[in-house]
C-alpha cells in the first residue's frame, strides 16, 4: 500500500478527532452563537470587524470541519478505488462522508434556527460514527500490509454478544455526556461519585438527573469492560488484535472515568474536559473495530473448520 495513502488517511483520522474536540470546545466555552446566525459566515462577514474569543472559537471549528471534510471525501474515493476490493471499504466510505455531512447540516441548522437540547446533544453521536467510519478505514489501509494480524479472527458467539450489546449502550451513554454539556449540568452536582457530601439521595431536579444519571450509566461501561477483561478475555491471548483491542479498550474507559471526576474536582477545567471527550471518541473507535472483526468471524470459523477437515482427511 502506498505511503501517501496511509499518511493521508493518519491525517484525516487526526482531522476527525480535531472536529471531535473542537465540537466539545464550543459547547464548553459557549461558543456557539460566536458568529451570530450566520452560516458559513461570521456575523454576515467573511472577515468579521467585531473579533472576540467566541468567534475565534466558533469559526476555527468551522473552518477545521471544511477542511476535513474535504480531505473525508478525498480519502473515501482514494479508499474506494485503491482497497475497494476489501469488502468493508465502500460502506464504510459512504458512511463516513455522510455522517460527516450531517453533522454540517445540524450544525448549520442550530445556527440559523437554533435546536432544543436534546436535539444539540445528537451532534456528538453524529460525528462519532464519522470519525470511527475514518478510523476503521485507516485501520483497513494498514491490514492490507499485513502489519498486524487481523485477517483470521474467530469471535464466538458470547463475545460477539458483548461486543454489540457494549457499542450500541456506549452510543447512548455518550449522548447522555453531550447533554449534560448542552444542558449545563456539568457542576450541578459539586461532589463526586455521589452528588452533594458524598451522600446517597435521589436528584432533586432534571438537571441533577441528567448528571447523576449520565455517571451511573458511564460507571456500568467500566464495570462491563471490566468483567470482559477479566472473565472472557483469557481464551482470546492467542488472538492478538481482539486481546489488545480489549486491553487498550480497558485502559481508555479508565482513564474517561477518572477524567470524568476530575472534571467535578477541578470545577470544569476545560483540558480535563477535552481529554474526556478525546478517551470517549478513542474508545469508541476500538469498539468500532472489534465490531468489524465480529462481522468477519463467522466468515473466518467456516474457513478453519473446513481447512482442518482437509487436514483431517489428509491424515
Known amino acids: ?19 471531535l474536540l473542537g465540537g466539545a470546545l464550543v459547547t464548553k466555552t459557549e461558543s456557539g452563537a460566536g458568529c451570530g446566525d450566520s452560516w458559513p459566515l461570521c456575523h454576515g462577514q467573511l472577515v468579521p470587524s467585531d473579533i472576540t474569543i467566541e468567534l475565534v472559537i466558533e469559526l476555527a471549528h468551522r473552518l477545521v470541519s471544511g477542511t476535513v471534510g474535504f480531505m473525508v471525501l478525498i480519502l473515501s474515493i482514494w479508499s474506494w478505488k485503491r482497497i475497494g476490493h476489501i469488502r468493508e471499504t465502500k460502506f464504510l466510505s459512504f458512511l463516513s462522508f ?68 457494549l457499542l450500541l449502550y456506549t452510543y447512548a451513554v455518550v449522548y447522555t455526556g453531550a447533554l449534560v454539556r448542552h444542558t ?53 491471548k492467542h488472538q492478538k488484535v481482539v486481546y489488545w483491542g480489549w486491553i487498550i ?24 474536559a477535552l481529554s474526556h471527550a478525546l ?11 472489534l465490531l468489524l472483526l465480529t462481522t468477519r468471524s463467522s466468515k473466518n470459523a467456516a474457513i478453519q473448520e473446513k481447512e482442518s477437515n482437509d487436514k483431517n482427511i489428509t491424515i
Request: glycine share 6%; net charge positive.
Open 249 to 272: 479498550s480497558f485502559i481508555l474507559v479508565s482513564l474517561q472515568v477518572i477524567a470524568g471526576g476530575l472534571i467535578i474536582v477541578s470545577r470544569l477545567n476545560l483540558y480535563i
Open 1 to 19: 500500500m502506498s505511503k501517501p495513502l496511509k499518511w493521508f488517511a493518519v491525517l484525516t483520522t487526526i482531522g476527525m478527532l480535531l472536529i
Open 98 to 165: 455522510f455522517f460527516l455531512l450531517l453533522q454540517a447540516l445540524i450544525g448549520a441548522a442550530a445556527v440559523k434556527w437554533g435546536q432544543s437540547d436534546f436535539v444539540l446533544a445528537l451532534h456528538f453521536g453524529i460525528s462519532l460514527i464519522s470519525f470511527a467510519s475514518v478510523f476503521l478505514l485507516t485501520l483497513l489501509i494498514f491490514e492490507v500490509d499485513k502489519k498486524f494480524k487481523a485477517e483470521k479472527v474467530v469471535i464466538d458467539k458470547k463475545m460477539s454478544f458483548h461486543i454489540v450489546g
Open 184 to 236: 449545563n449540568s456539568s457542576l450541578v452536582c459539586k461532589d463526586w461519585p455521589m452528588c452533594v457530601n458524598g451522600e446517597f439521595a435521589l436528584p432533586a431536579n432534571l438537571y441533577e438527573w441528567v448528571q447523576m444519571g449520565h455517571r451511573f450509566v458511564a460507571g456500568l461501561v467500566f464495570v462491563w469492560v471490566a468483567y470482559i477483561v477479566f472473565g472472557l478475555l483469557k481464551h482470546y
Open 279 to 289: 478517551f470517549i471518541s478513542l474508545f469508541f473507535g476500538v469498539l468500532s473495530y
